[in-house]
């Protein structure tokens, strides 16, 4: 019987949860803002880059339909598999580029997400809180349906990421 009591007395602690929603922060801050800034010039570049080989990729195309007619089978061939090579190595430097962005933007926002974790952890010792939970996943998908407002901390943790920001820079 006495086991019974004090198995079920735990079972009774009340776990106590917040949530945030981690994009309005990241949204407000300037860090962000320059962050993208850096990852636009970045695209901006890499963009003129692929677009002058895929323009003259398709001249060459254009030159080589022209002429195909007059070219024979060795040599239809040949333009026929250079410029299908071209072509991958255009798609595989694409990719390679919408990786290579991806993989700067995470680099670049990595202290500013640690910083939010860390201010989070603080706001959640503060509050005593036992969970937090991210309002909505990152297609916007609600994961917090309802809830206390007095629950979410994102105003609070973004204040603090602020008031943060500005005596980094001081």
Known sequence: FTCVFLCTAGVHAQVKIGYMNPSVILAQLDEVAVVDQLIEQLVQERDSELISKANQLQKDFVAYEEARSMLNEEARLKREKDLLDRDQQLQQERENYL???????????????????????????????????????????????????????????LTRMIVSGNNDKN
Do not use: H, W
Request: aromatic residues 6%; without cysteine; glycine residues 2%.
């Open 99 to 157: 990786n290579e962005i991806t993989q700067k933007r995470a680099q670049l926002l990595q202290p500013i997400i640690e910083k939010i974790d860390q201010i989070m952890a603080e706001v959640a010792q503060e509050k005593r809180l036992d969970l937090i939970l991210n309002e909505a996943t990152s297609y916007g998908d609600a994961i917090v349906f309802f809830s206390s407002e007095e629950l979410n901390i994102t105003q609070e943790v």
